[in-house]
């Protein structure tokens, strides 16, 4: 999809300027071989047009050529998926050039992704390769009819016998169902550790968690009342807690560690990354806690938090995992580098499809 | 989807405002009751922001208030799903508090749904959904592993003897695969027709037909010798002409009459919308063209050929109709209202889907 259609484009542009003001084909970010990125923009008005990025420490300025095209291009960037952004005066926005958006409620960026000279864990490989089933529940909790996603794994086909486990993983604060696989490449991660041998195939889920008007009890609800009913009559699963998982990062993190810790008949696996706790939910359900850890250590096989070391939540992370050891609860701790990013969201995603349904 | 996470947002801004600027939550578009529909933006620099929208005869500006809000109330507007985008100062941009973005390669545009008092046919009803499948084939002809999108039926599950007919349906130029699905609700319109038993169940596949780099004639390889059989190994559909249909918008629909009338062994239905034919690859196959009209007419059971009397391309389009009647082909037109939109696709596709396999 990258790349545009150029020569149709520039026939076409002529017809449709009656109706749009379309600036001329340009293409925008080029990855070089050695990983160094160019970004262009078109503008012949504007004073000043910067790239914001998560491969930048700051800002970097891109300078205009005399047909008003803006470029700057930085240096070799270590391979992975970033998103970024051009802030043209005093307006953010997306790259106009790049298919790629970073699928969030509350900013358009762009994304850009340098391969690995090696491919890495989440770049499309030549493996057999799952699908991604976008689908509509009735949830009885909110009153609405909601859309979700659901990954299955290579081969699938809904005839076997054979049940999957399944991990329900949940999205950031203001992202949408679609940034595990937009933004986090879940499906890619998932198809290449199963091609290895390295993940058990399983069902993933995606879920949209971005609830009201109580985001956090109402969706917790709407997980065991309505999701995990519409998965379990719609798919070959296999209904036993031990072949339950549930994952999130950041909001929900939070969500992942109210509803997996609170439902431990329900879920097998917990896997909270950089979870983001500040809410009445977690206030409600951990604050005088006193759970009976032995039996908690046994159903839950696995519990581990992620986070980096530069996250801005780190300290908050450090807190809550003191505060479940506290109450011997086995919490298994995934530390990092780097912060509060879809990139460690990636390598998180990766390092638990390892380790669940073991 | 459309709303925002308030509460939470307001919450986290504070904690991430040290990595990136946020603006504040705010609401847009908001549509009211009586179909008018309000837009915000924030800025404190900007030094004018105007609206575009598809419901527009001309752009209108928003006016900014003493919080740096700026914003517009558009009188009431006819029920339909409209493109927009804003203006600011010389930047053209989607409206960041709106996640549902125009998919297409060449401009960033929002969507705003103005739904009807009886709801369209393009809407979510209360009907049961059928999914939409991300699904990866191997194209021989390209080279590379390419994304497609596949529309199965409310309640289909792969385990049927049943086979089903099947719709290959073509995108416009610079628009993607998803095109169909996020701006076009190509499933909501196939849910709500089979609900009432006006369309028969049918797999619609949407492929990705911008390729490089002969976009044309490879593009037709890639449909005849990749994606159809990579369709027919993994769904249970009717193999023969008679359930096969192709139907393109734009680009998509010169693409359309350039894969169906070559291969009307394979194609019993030709739905060309607004077709897009000044190219290499239809002038090879049409300017001498000289079929047996009465083999031709009896193997398609249905060419037709939609456009709006204001598209850019109505007079191609009329010329082109021209061309198949001299040559005793039998064309069936249908004429709208209104010009080279979205809008105007919807009714073609709920028109053809209509027509098709009966």
Redesign the interface.
Known sequence: ?K???H???L??AA??S?????PP?ISSPDVHPDHSITFRYF????QQVML?GEFLQAPVPLVKDTSGIWSVTVPPVQPDIYPYSFM???????D??N?Y?FA?????RSIVDIPGDIPLVHS?Q?VP?G??????YQSSTLGS?R?LLVYTPPGF???EKRKYPVLYLIHG??D??ETW?KVGHA?FIADNLIAQGKAVPMIIVMP?G?V?PK?MPDFTKDVINDIIPFIENNYPVVKKAASRAVAGFS?GGGQTLNIGLTNTDKFGYICSYAP?T??EEFKTNFTNWSPDAEKLNKAVKLFTISVGTED??YESVQKNMAMFKEKNIKVKPYIVDG??TWMNCKKFLATSLQELFK
Do not use: C, W
Request: no cysteine.
């Open positions: 999809m790349q545009t259609f020569t149709l484009i026939f076409l017809s449709f009656a109706n749009a003001q379309r084909a503008s012949r008005t504007a914001n043209v005066d005093s307006v953010s926005l997306a106009p050039n298919t958006i969030n409620e509350r900013f358009k499309m030549n390769h699908a991604i089933h976008y689908r509509y009819t859309q086909k809904n005839t604060g203001s949408t169902e696989t499906n949209y971005n009201r985001p909001v983001y500040a809410t801005f939540l912060g509060h």
